[in-house]
């Protein structure tokens, strides 16, 4: 019913940027909460960054100052800026939407996208 586009990922050296992109589409009425998660190998997926309809942020503490997220809410869009990419940054990134309220079908609910590489070499 909601379909997640990500693109933006990819292969940069440590120091570097790149920019993460999410388009949600369906039935949308509307989304509470959009943003971006993460999951390295052999670990468990992790909050990077949300942003409320409110425009309300929220980082995890090992990006807070080089991440940047970013929201249109009447394209139902998400960006996650990355500047200063560290190795550690490595993993698959997964866009996601909380909140999310369709039209003519009740409650709300989570959807995620299928991921994009991000690999940051040293």
């Known amino acids: 019913q909601v379909h997640l586009v990500e693109s933006g990922g990819g292969l940069v050296q440590a120091g570097g940027s790149l920019r993460l992109s999410c388009a949600a589409s369906?039935?949308?009425?509307?989304?509470?909460?959009m943003g971006w998660y993460r999951q390295a190998p052999g670990k468990q997926r992790e909050l990077v960054a949300t942003?409320?309809?409110?425009?309300?942020?929220k980082y995890s503490d090992s990006v807070k100052g080089r991440f940047t997220v970013s929201g249109d809410r009447a394209q139902n869009t998400v960006s996650l800026q990355m500047n200063s990419l560290k190795p550690e940054d490595t993993a698959n990134y997964y866009c996601?939407?909380?909140?999310?309220?369709?039209?003519?079908?009740?409650?709300?609910?989570?959807?995620w996208g299928q991921g994009t590489q991000v690999t940051v070499s040293s």
């Open positions: 369906g039935r949308i009425f509307s989304i509470n909460t």
């Open positions: 942003i409320t309809r409110g425009a309300y942020t």
């Open positions: 996601t939407t909380q909140g999310t309220v369709l039209i003519g079908v009740g409650g709300e609910y989570a959807y």
